[in-house]
């Protein structure tokens, strides 16, 4: 009996060592979601509608400055439950292993760099991820797919995805493979969205699916197989919650879940 005892008392004192260990890192039970950024004319930089649709879902925002330390990645990472991979620049083709096509924007080899240090760190670590154009972009070149250099030049019949209206105006449709992440999050198998894109997703890297296309076959969503925690939307719905409009704020509430667990 009194072994029993001593073997109860030992097993508690585990589960909750174990149960603190998992949970130092939420704040009040709010999973804290790292937010990738950028740097400037000397700056940390980040626009603030993906740090508040991370609170209006419900996460503690902190922001990733840019480096190439793996250590400082590593430290973060370490203190983080769930990561949003940001939009930003063109990302260097050399990465995928293809030469500059005339119409390549501006690159940043340090943000390349950093970005996928963080996306294969944070992958090997199980976290949830969040891609956002650029973001989603960098998940799939990170896990070993390949980009659209330039839409208009390289895709037949491509529909207009650099929009001329605000962030929060949904310029195109989509189409959303039913049973999918998106299609739980939207609830209906298409919608509309914004676009501030030149560049996509080309070949998909193994271990993703595409969960949406735009009418042109542009890919707009990609989750990985078999594990709901890391998706990429090609569109910004940051643009939406940051101005209270909160269709897409499900993507946000997903990643806010899965990095509660
Ligand atoms: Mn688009």
Known sequence: MKNILIIVMALA????AVSTLFA?????????????SYSENGK?????????????????????PVTCDEEQIEAVLDHIDGLVMTGGDDVDPQIFGEQPHPRLGAVGPERDRFDIMLIQKALKKG???MGICRGEQLLNVAMGGTMIQDIPSQVQGAIKHRQDGPRNYASHAIKIEKGSLAYKCFGSDSTSVNSFHHQAVAK????LKVT?????????IIEKIGDEKVFGVQ???EGFVAEGDMRFLPLFKHLVEMSSK
Do not use: C
């Open 24 to 36: 130092q890192k939420k704040s009040n039970g709010k999973p804290i979601i790292g937010i990738s």
């Open 204 to 207: 998909l890297a193994p271990g």
């Open 13 to 16: 004192i585990v589960t909750l």
């Open 127 to 129: 976290l949830p991820i």
């Open 44 to 64: 940390v930089q980040l626009n603030l509608p993906y740090v508040k649709s991370v609170r209006a879902a419900g996460g503690i925002a902190l922001v990733i």
């Open 235 to 237: 569109f910004h719905p």
């Open 212 to 220: 949406a296309v735009a009418p042109d076959g542009v890919i707009e």
